[in-house]
Every structure is written in structure tokens, then in C-alpha cells.
């Protein structure tokens, strides 16, 4: 288990960009792969993208892909979200995620049951 604190929500209009930010507060001996799920009210808790430990495995939902990026930088313990070109559906509590169900990698199906440590979540609202 570790600390996750997400950061960079807010609102924006439609076209517009946010990048959030998540910091550990420590990685285990095995460096996590780590992920970004949201989810809106009435509705399941949606996997948006993962990366694995070293960074050179990405995994997006359909609905990401094109627009949102993920990357991470170690050294800080630190995960993005770089989302790009965003719409009024993506309006959504983010949050990030670790997970050592693989060791340090990430399965594509972006599986929330396999991650052990999330974050309280950061705020987007897109408004058209």
C-alpha cells in the first residue's frame, strides 16, 4: 500500500487541455505499474490508461486513445495525464492507481480490481 495524492483538475471548455499529476509516497521494492480510472455518478469506475514500471508499456481505453497521454517519471514518483481535446464526457472524477498484481506490468483490459492503492481523485468538469 502506499499514498497516492492526485493533482491539476479543474474546468475547462470543450477543446480544451488539463494534465493531472499523481505522486507516491513510496514504491515498495517492486516499482508499481500505475493507472488513471474515473468515474461519474450512476455509472462504473472506468480504466483510462496504465503504464507499466520502467514507462515502456502504455494502455488506453478506447475512449482515450488519440487524445490522452500517460507518463511517468520515477525519480519523483510521479504518474501524468495529459489529456488533450477534451469533451463534456469526460467530465469525471479522475483517479490514479498502483498496482502490483504483475509485478511492475500492466494488463490492457485496465482492470481496477488489480490495483491495490488509489488516490481521493481529482475534479474534471468539461463544459461545452
Known amino acids: 500500500q502506499v499514498h497516492l495524492v492526485e493533482s491539476g483538475g479543474g474546468s475547462v471548455q470543450a477543446g480544451g487541455s488539463l494534465r493531472l499529476s499523481c505522486v507516491a509516497s513510496?514504491?515498495?521494492?517492486?516499482?508499481?505499474?500505475l493507472g488513471w480510472f474515473r468515474r461519474t455518478p450512476g455509472k462504473e469506475r472506468e480504466g483510462v490508461a496504465a503504464?507499466?514500471?520502467?514507462?515502456?508499456?502504455?494502455y488506453y481505453a478506447d475512449s482515450a486513445k488519440g487524445r490522452f497521454t500517460i507518463s511517468r517519471d520515477n525519480a519523483k514518483m510521479t504518474v501524468f495525464l495529459q489529456m488533450n481535446s477534451l469533451k463534456p464526457e469526460d467530465t469525471a472524477m479522475y483517479y490514479c492507481?498502483?498496482?502490483?498484481?504483475?509485478?511492475?506490468?500492466?494488463?490492457?483490459?485496465?482492470?481496477?480490481?488489480?490495483?491495490?492503492?488509489w488516490g481521493q481523485g481529482t475534479q474534471v468538469t468539461v463544459s461545452s
Open positions: 513510496r514504491y515498495t521494492y517492486i516499482t508499481p505499474c
Open positions: 503504464i507499466s514500471s520502467g514507462g515502456g508499456s502504455t
Open positions: 492507481a498502483a498496482s502490483w498484481s504483475y509485478g511492475g506490468d500492466c494488463r490492457r483490459t485496465l482492470n481496477a480490481g488489480d490495483f491495490g492503492s
